[in-house]
């Protein structure tokens, strides 16, 4: 029977004309009978409810991704303790629980210590919730709090995500909350933490995939007009169509990629941390580089190659082979993105993401088209077919930026495994604001009896 719920079953012989049949039986029935001790003990119930075994996996899991989950349950202590055990949150640097009498005589910098060291709360009020919560946003940090009853409300309204049950959950609980289980599934909340994730990520990477692109369209204008060629190596119509079709279509991959390997074994990201970092500044500063480069020095040696060809047709060919090598180009941007640190030198660079293949085949197949279809390439795209070098020029240059950016992913990872700070974890840091202790107007009323749900 240790570390469970036990009830006692007791039995008695009463008159039968001392109740009457449907009446409920209280407390005062049972106390304070003039014969006494009349109850006999005829055996005890121990009830044990254990853990989901996809609640203990999720709490792995949530550890791993450096996300603390505490728990706060009005057992007993040592039941508390051991449930904890179970759960995985009680180990070497969280060994033991504390209770809520032990937290009311405390002071507000002693419950800040505490609730660093202590994982379980045993035998906690709704005062209790209220302090554990505000103490912990006191301490820095970023604190979720789930709950289904009236009482809960006040510490979900506390908390910087407050989590309600949508089941068997109060309406004031939901009331309370920013978000509700629809499953009352623990293991929900660790998903939408990972979901999270991926939707930051997904938006770095929808940054490094268009940022360059457009980027490269106004440079590749400016260095070619100093590099003085005949004309603009790219006409306006074509900077229109890589930013509205091209960027878009290549866009869209990352937009709905799937979560990276090892996202949930990283730890979080810091407070303030900007969408743009400074490595993320690299990767975007080093695309931009790379495709202007090319557009501008494949447009330098078409000139160069023919440069006895009359100036109108040699800045047709000019702006066929810098259009293409731009194009092609973002492909290799876009592939090198799908996976933040991950290599992209992999046969999984196109599996995954159905839109992979789909967006490299659309924006090939048009490039192909607007390349070679008469009128529409020189009347609108003031271009016209390429030849060998044109091609040669557009293959080289695509190899040559998709290497570039591994390589660059390559020097992270080695600078990562070294111990350097290559997610921007330690920069400047917003302060902690000043987080008021004290209980809410009308805590002090609350209790620990729930209202029917």
Same mark, same amino acid.
Request: charged share 20%; hydrophobic share 45%.
């Given at each position: 029977l240790e570390f469970r719920r036990v009830l006692g079953l007791c039995r008695a012989v009463i008159?039968?004309?001392?109740? *009457?049949?449907?009446?409920n039986l209280g407390q005062e029935f049972v106390n304070g009978r003039p014969e006494g001790a009349w109850l006999t003990m005829v055996g005890l119930c121990a009830i044990m409810d254990p853990p989901r075994p996809e609640c203990v996996q999720a709490i792995r899991e949530a550890k791993g991704a450096g996300v603390r989950v505490a728990m706060i349950t009005g057992d007993h202590k040592d039941t508390a303790t051991a449930i904890g055990h179970m759960l995985g949150i009680v180990d070497e640097k969280?060994? !033991?629980?504390? &209770?809520?009498?032990?937290?009311?005589?405390?002071?507000?910098? !002693?419950?800040?210590? #505490?609730?660093? *060291?202590?994982?379980?709360?045993?035998?906690?009020?709704?005062?209790?919730?209220?302090?554990?919560v505000k103490a912990l946003q006191a301490e820095g940090q970023i604190t979720s709090m789930t709950g289904d009853g009236v009482n809960d409300a006040p510490a979900l309204k506390a908390a910087n995500m407050g989590v309600a049950m949508g089941k068997e959950g109060t309406d004031v609980a939901r009331e309370a909350s920013e978000m509700i289980l629809?499953?009352?599934?623990?293991? *929900?909340?660790?998903?939408?933490?990972?979901?999270?994730?991926v939707v930051w990520d997904n938006l770095r990477k929808v940054l490094l995939v268009n940022t360059p692109i457009n980027n490269a369209q106004g440079m590749s204008v400016l260095f070619g007009l100093l590099c003085q060629l005949p004309s &603009?190596?790219?006409s306006a119509i074509q900077i229109l169509y890589s930013n509205f079709i091209c960027a878009v279509t290549l866009g869209f991959v990352c937009a709905i990629e799937p979560? !990276?390997?090892?996202?949930?074994?990283?730890?979080?990201?810091?407070?303030?941390?900007?969408?743009?970092g400074r490595f993320l500044l690299l990767r975007i500063l080093l695309g931009t580089f790379l495709l202007t480069g090319c557009v501008v020095g494949s447009a330098v040696i078409v000139n160069t190659v023919y440069k006895d060809v009359e100036e109108f047709e040699r800045l047709y060919k000019i702006r066929a082979t810098a259009f293409n090598v731009l194009d092609f180009g973002a492909i290799s941007v876009m592939l090198s993105a799908r996976f933040a640190y991950n290599s992209s030198v992999t046969p999984k660079v196109f599996q995954g993401n159905?839109?992979?293949?789909?967006? #490299?085949?659309?924006?090939?197949?048009?490039?192909?088209?607007? *390349?070679?279809?008469?009128?529409?390439? &020189?009347?609108?795209?003031?271009?016209?077919?390429?030849?060998?070098?044109?091609w040669g020029l557009t293959i080289a240059s695509m190899v040559f930026v998709? &290497?570039?950016?591994?390589?660059?992913?390559?020097?992270?990872?080695?600078?990562k495994a070294s111990g350097a700070d290559t997610d921007d974890r330690e920069g400047a840091v917003d302060p902690i604001p000043p987080v008021d202790m004290s209980m809410p107007k009308g805590a002090s009323k609350l209790n620990l009896q729930e209202l029917a749900k």
């Open positions: 008159p039968k004309d001392s109740v *009457t049949a449907g009446e969280f060994s !033991e629980a504390v &209770t809520g009498p032990e937290l009311d005589s405390m002071s507000d910098e !002693e419950i800040r210590a #505490c609730v660093l *060291t202590h994982n379980v709360f045993a035998r906690a009020s709704p005062q209790n919730k209220i302090r554990i629809a499953d009352d599934n623990f293991a *929900t909340i660790v998903y939408a933490v990972k979901q999270g994730r &603009t190596p790219i979560a !990276e390997d090892g996202i949930m074994a990283i730890p979080p990201r810091r407070v303030g941390k900007r969408i743009i159905p839109a992979v293949m789909w967006s #490299c085949v659309i924006v090939a197949v048009l490039q192909i088209l607007l *390349t070679y279809i008469p009128g529409l390439n &020189t009347f609108v795209f003031s271009m016209k077919g390429m030849d060998g070098l044109g998709f &290497t570039a950016m591994e390589i660059e992913k390559a020097i992270r990872r080695s600078l």
